[in-house]
């Protein structure tokens, strides 16, 4: 069974930084086509932010993050990272992990974690 668990949440100021973790288990890592991360914030669509995909690790953004979020993997962790500097209060959101099974395209979710950026 796929697990993919959040982590790094939490408050923090205008400006500030956090890094998000996206633990996968259940399947080898090399079993994702990709690994992505997508916000939800209160009365706001659902937002792709980002996404790696496996076996390459090419990386794509949404422009609302490009030059401010790093998404990353460590294969040997099953791990996905999201880098986030230069934090906005409009990147307040819930954060999910997304993964995509190679082959059968079916998606995965996690709980969320949540981010508020506030001063």
């Known amino acids: 069974q796929v697990q993919l668990v959040e982590s790094g949440g939490g408050l923090v100021q205008p400006g500030g930084s956090l890094r998000l973790s996206c633990a996968a288990s259940?399947?080898?890592?090399?079993?994702?086509?990709?690994m992505s991360w997508y916000r939800h914030a209160p009365g706001k669509e659902r937002e792709l932010v980002a996404t790696?995909?496996?076996?390459?690790?090419?990386?794509s953004y949404a422009d609302s993050v490009k030059g401010r979020f790093t998404i990353s993997k460590d294969n040997g962790k099953n791990t996905v990272y999201l880098q986030m500097n230069s934090l906005k209060p409009e990147d307040t959101a819930v954060y999910y992990c997304?993964?995509?099974?190679?082959?059968?395209?079916?998606?995965?979710w996690g709980q969320g974690t949540q981010v508020t950026v506030s001063s």
């Open positions: 997304n993964a995509v099974k190679r082959w059968t395209g079916i998606p995965y």
């Open positions: 259940g399947f080898s890592f090399s079993t994702y086509a990709s």
């Open positions: 790696i995909n496996i076996p390459s690790g090419g990386t």
